[in-house]
């Protein structure tokens, strides 16, 4: 790729790391290499077991607890992975090693105060002209939306988690 685009999958509906995910498969079947990043994640979600089949194309690492972050008391560990996540991300951009970088979650990290909206930008600046950046998540700041090449609104029109339908392992995990 001579120019790599920056990508944003935002919205309250299902699918933005699905989407995501759907990028690094159809790169690795032209053996890119994708590295997804995982913020405020730690679960046990199937895509860890699916990508360890398309090693070394896609590679995922997870920066988070195995709970949930509250927005009323993120704690210390969660700053901490968050900003691990990020600087895990400037390596890996540094190392010309890939061709796409996924920050799963990313914007939720921002609303939740977990990195600072100006820590992103500039490692927007520093990215590799010919790589490929994806971020996601719910609550994406209008400064990305700017920046980015592409931006999809994942909208939520109806979702069976209203009727009392828990996450599915296989389907949301």
Known sequence: MKRGMIHLYTGNGKGKTTAALGL???????KKKTLIIQFMKGQKY???EAVKALSPYITIEQMGLDTFV???????IDCQMA?????RAREAMESGDIDILVLDEINVALYFRLL????????IDDKPSAMELVLTGRYAPHKLIERADLVTRMELVKHYFEQ??????GIER
Do not use: D, F
């Open 83 to 87: 900003q691990k996540g990020l600087a």
């Open 116 to 123: 600072e909206l100006s820590e992103v930008l500039e490692l």
């Open 46 to 48: 199937g895509e860890l």
């Open 24 to 30: 690094a498969l159809r790169a690795a079947g032209w």
């Open 70 to 76: 509250h927005i009323e008391g993120p704690t210390e």
């Open 164 to 169: 009392g339908v828990q996450a599915r392992t």
